[in-house]
């Protein structure tokens, strides 16, 4: 039986941004054994995809191991960095799919081009192999487990850099309206950011019980996502959960702009997205300039009019990016 052999080292957010990629080679080589070398901590979401055959854990490039035979085929859809590159060259594949790297010259793929969507692009490398790809394929079905947070509102405080992180005491303020406006309220986020999580709590008035932070596997935060009527959050990968199970969000951006990072154009009419419209360094260690320039006001408008259109007394068309500030 032939292997693919797919890198895809990075988090939640950039998982699902490869789900169409992974469903097109899934569709190509129906008989391969297809192997994502990935995070292992996300194999919840992997088995949601329901397209990988295997998983190998690889937190980063130089945590691949591949100790078996030569894969007939590799593909990197971790960037087009040369590590990642090299490290599937010494995997000995038969052939390797990748973007490429001046340093690589006797590989032959497509130019990076930066100004694609996340999603565009790793759809972009396949059918530059004569892959068909539909980017619109990237919807999971909601997991089943025992708990159960049905039509509340998702608060997620978090993010994976401090530049996409929206002030505590302002998440505290759309918190406190909301419970004014009788929704029920819960608030997630890791392990890491459960103390951010119960300070915002306190700020708003909201029973710890509502502080889901830190207290989830991955699968209950997938439900969660799932089971929500909106989910507030920044640019991090819970969005991305939500974007995948149709949920509907109010997102708010910075650094990085939405065209890259944000819904597809054709789901954007479940979202509103807040930018500020101008980039900054994604991996920050200070909220972004442009991220505090959202206010608590431009978030609750959006959520009222998301609640309000969920219920039928509205109606949003087209993509919803708006530019604050």
């Known amino acids: 039986m032939a292997v693919v052999l797919v890198l895809r080292a990075r988090g939640l957010g950039d998982l699902l941004a490869a789900v169409p990629a992974l469903r097109a080679l899934r569709r190509a080589r129906p008989r391969d054994h297809l192997v994502l070398a990935a995070p292992y901590r996300l194999k919840p979401i992997v088995d949601l995809i329901a397209a990988v055959d295997e998983m190998i854990p690889a937190s980063d490039v130089a945590d691949l191991r591949w100790d078996r035979g030569a894969p007939d085929l590799a593909v990197n859809l971790q960037g087009r960095s040369a590590g990642a590159i090299a490290e599937l060259i010494a995997t000995d594949a038969q052939h390797i799919l990748t973007f490429r790297n001046p340093a690589f010259p006797e590989l032959r793929g497509p130019d990076w081009q ?30 089943v487990t025992t708990g159960s947070h049905r039509d509340c509102v998702v608060v997620h405080v978090g993010a994976g850099a401090a530049a996409r992180r929206w002030p505590p005491e302002r998440f505290a303020a759309v918190v406190r309206h909301l419970l004014v406006q009788g929704r029920e309220v819960v608030l997630t986020g890791d392990e890491y950011e459960r103390e951010i999580a119960l300070a915002v709590a306190a700020r708003a008035g909201l029973p710890v019980r509502q502080v889901l932070a830190g207290q ?89 009019r998301q609640l309000r259109t969920r219920s039928g007394s509205g109606a949003l068309s087209g993509p919803d990016v708006r530019r604050v500030g």
Do not use: K
């Open 114 to 143: 930066p100004e694609l969507h996340e999603i565009d692009r790793w759809c972009h490398l396949l059918e530059s192999a004569g892959i068909g790809a539909d980017a619109r394929n990237l919807g999971l079905m909601p997991p």
């Open 216 to 304: 989830q596997n991955l699968l209950e935060v997938a439900a969660t996502m799932a089971e929500a009527a909106l989910v507030v959050c920044g640019d991090t990968g819970p969005a991305a959960l939500a974007t995948a199970f149709g949920t509907r969000t109010v997102l708010l951006f910075g650094p990085t702009s939405p065209e890259l990072t944000g819904p597809p154009v054709h789901l954007r009419g479940r979202h509103i997205v807040l930018w500020a419209g101008r980039s900054g360094d994604r991996y920050g260690t200070h909220p972004d300039p442009g991220l505090l320039e959202i206010t608590v006001e431009q978030v609750i408008e959006a959520a009222n």
